[in-house]
T-cell receptor
């Protein structure tokens, strides 16, 4: 059973297109994240959703919009794709309900989606 | 300057060696994470620390909140430990994550 899944695994598209990446977690976690890993392998957080509310919104372009239909899903929509958007995007989830639990804030990562914009 | 600094950037070790990777940070934090990214790209969370020390198998992570420093130790290293190890901190307000640039470890048989 996959804990955090992302689709698609690879996405190749033309500049200017609109695309979505889906993320689902079956861990019952209440917080989900989107990260971007650039070509230099530097990992940077983009968004975090807790119980369907945005709680971190880093300085990413507003072409990127997270959508959370329920707490098990956090999808990433990207409009008007640019060359610089090419990267690997990771989804993750964590359970932040009780700081005393051993797995509090431990993050579980999806396999990543490699986006290539041509 | 990055809020999280890791050292060394690259590390090559012989199988069986004891390995230490260091992480220093400049912000007040509520938690520090150690992540492992395998050559295939997958990321695994190794530890989440807010104080003291945690051990899991051959991996040990320590944190000194006063000194704003954490170390990840690997005992009896093995080639399958070859990966990039990333330190990340959750700033104390809970609203900012900062990542180190990673330490690339290669363990030679």
């Amino acid at each position: 059973d996959t804990a955090v899944s992302q689709t698609p695994k690879y996405l190749v598209t033309q500049m200017g297109n609109d695309k979505s990446i889906k993320c689902e977690q079956n861990l019952g976690h209440d917080t989900m994240y989107w990260y971007k890993q650039d070509s230099k392998k530097f990992l940077k957080i983009m968004f975090s959703y807790n119980n369907k509310e945005l709680i971190i919104n880093e300085t990413v372009p507003n072409r990127f919009s997270p959508k959370s239909p329920d707490k098990a899903h956090l999808n990433l929509h990207i409009n008007s794709l640019e060359l610089g958007d090419s990267a690997v995007y990771f989804c993750a989830s964590s359970q932040d309900g009780n700081p005393r639990t051993p797995t509090y804030n431990e993050q579980f990562f999806g396999p990543g989606t490699r986006l290539t914009v041509l | 300057k990055n809020e999280v600094e890791q050292s060394p950037q690259n590390l090559t070790a012989q199988e069986g060696e004891f390995i230490t990777i260091n992480c220093s940070y400049s912000v007040g934090i509520s938690a520090l994470h150690w992540l492992q990214q395998h050559p295939g790209g997958g990321i695994v969370s190794l530890f989440m620390l807010s104080s003291g020390k945690k051990k899991h198998g051959r991996l040990i992570a320590t944190i000194n909140i006063q000194e704003k420093h954490s170390s990840l130790h690997i005992t009896a290293s093995h080639p399958r430990d070859s990966a990039v190890y990333i330190c990340a901190v959750l700033e104390y307000t809970g609203n900012q994550f900062y990542f180190g640039t990673g330490t690339s470890l290669t363990v030679i048989p």
